[in-house]
């Protein structure tokens, strides 16, 4: 879906401001969200700011006026004004972050603050703060949070930490990836054919098939991707539908493949990845689709069937709660014959999630108490993103079904319990 982009504005000082010699070693931008009560405030559509340089780096500030969708799930989280910032540039660097929400007279809010956190590109990018205030807060007028002609005013500074030491990467990485496609070297040759078809001559004659060679080393393969390696049982094995030379790295190395080919090219990396068990690159593919997919009554069942068929667990989801709030436009205008009898129970589980929020928000202006259970172990309404974080901290699969993940949590609950029982 395409972002809406606010714009920046910089404070420009005449004359020595008064500061504490911590303060200036801050530098501050103040990002403008105009009309803030106008833009879109479904749980997850984010709004995010045009990149902005801090510190020699390129950096970008994001907000969910209605609430991060896979954030922690509380009652109230669908209710809250979310923000976060995100590294864009390459390499890393240590900083910290302090956000303010300023009122229309310019006076503190709201602020967040977030640790001294070692930034880098290929791991930490991001950090968020899910509940900064509550959504009806923030448009009360009587709170004057956003000004006469409804903007929303943040201030992001940061430091960096200079006293940290420069520490250089691992270079084992670097020194893999480098040995892909490296003939002198591998063990394993890929050849990746296009399909065949016609020339745009009249003649109808058929265009050749052409082929390009990818070399890897079955023993990276081993740990990568255990399926491809056992293809191996003679020299050279032919492939089709990879889509470059970055995602048959991706595949073969752990590589990383660029955000723009993902998204052009997502349903057929999620379709390589999910045929040999590359778990990272299938659930990247599908958080990037996932992104950059409009659901709408024409494309909500195609999706469902192939997350069905994929075992794209947070594409169900999303595409469930979609019909849970679209339920009279998708009952119009949807054909269910075809609904999968396996995920009737995410649907039921969907339409919940969905009564509470409304019931939520209807109540939101009180503060109520929570009645969350956050003893981490009813699984059951979990979303499948928290699913997902508790079982890659136990070191188990994330892939498969919503009840093959809950299932593998409580087992390894149980199992806990017995050692514990023994010891």
């Known amino acids: 879906m ?68 896979h954030a922690r799930h509380t009652p109230r ?7 976060y910032i995100r590294l864009c540039s390459q390499g890393s660097v240590t900083a910290s972050f302090d956000v ?60 960096e930490d200079a006293t940290a030491a420069f520490v250089p990467k691992n270079p084992l990485t670097k020194m893999m990836k480098g ?8 063990d394993v040759c890929f050849e990746v054919c296009s399909a065949e078809g016609k020339d745009d001559d009249d003649d109808g004659t058929k265009r050749a098939k052409t082929s390009t060679s990818f070399y890897a080393h079955r023993s990276i393969l081993c740990g990568c991707a255990p399926m491809l390696a056992a293809l191996f049982d003679v020299e050279d094995t032919v492939m089709s539908n990879l889509i470059s030379f970055n995602t048959c790295s991706a595949m073969c190395m752990g590589g990383s ?22 778990v990272n690159l ?50 119009n205008n949807i054909s269910f014959a075809d609904f999968p009898g396996s995920v ?15 019931l939520q928000e209807h109540c939101s202006d009180s503060e109520g108490e929570d009645n969350d259970d956050d003893d981490g172990e009813d699984y059951s309404l979990m979303r499948v ?8 901290g136990k070191g188990l699969d994330v892939d498969g079904s919503r009840e093959a993940m809950i299932e593998a949590l409580k087992n390894s609950t149980a199992l806990s319990y017995a050692h514990d029982a023994t010891d």
Not at 15 to 42: C, M, T, V, W
Not at 130 to 152: A, C, F, H, W
Not at 297 to 325: G, H, Q, R
Not at 345 to 354: G, H, N, P, Q, V
């Open 179 to 186: 040995m892909f496609n490296d003939e002198t070297t591998a």
């Open 385 to 392: 993103s928290e699913l997902r974080r508790k079982l890659d």
């Open 257 to 278: 493949v660029p955000k723009e080919e993902l998204m052009t090219h997502a349903k057929d990396i999620i379709n390589a990845a999910d045929k040999y068990s590359i």
């Open 100 to 159: 303010k929400l300023l009122n229309k007279f310019g006076d503190l809010a709201c602020r967040m603050r977030s640790p001294a956190i070692n930034w880098r590109s290929d791991m930490i990018t991001e950090w968020s703060w899910p509940q900064v205030m509550r959504r009806s807060k923030v448009l009360d007028e009587n709170r004057y949070i956003l000004d006469d002609d409804g903007t929303l005013a943040i201030v992001v500074s940061t430091k």
């Open 2 to 69: 395409p972002l809406l982009h606010p714009r920046i504005h910089t404070t420009i000082d005449v004359g020595n401001p008064p500061s504490s010699p911590d303060e200036s070693r801050y530098k501050s931008i103040q990002i403008h969200f105009h009309g803030f009560a106008y833009l879109p405030h479904a749980r997850g559509r984010g709004i995010i700011s045009p990149r902005f340089s801090m510190n020699g780096h390129q950096w970008e500030l994001g907000v969910y006026p209605g609430g991060e969708l």
């Open 77 to 83: 989280s669908s209710t809250y004004l979310a923000i």
């Open 282 to 331: 299938k659930l990247e593919a599908e958080a990037v689709y996932l992104n950059s997919t409009i659901f709408t009554v024409d494309n909500a069942m195609d999706n469902l069937l192939y997350a069905d068929a994929k075992n794209c667990a947070l594409l169900k989801e999303t595409v469930l709660d979609f019909l849970a709030e679209n339920s009279k436009e998708a009952i």
């Open 344 to 358: 009737v129970k995410d649907l039921m589980i969907a339409f919940d999630r969905s009564k509470k929020r409304i």
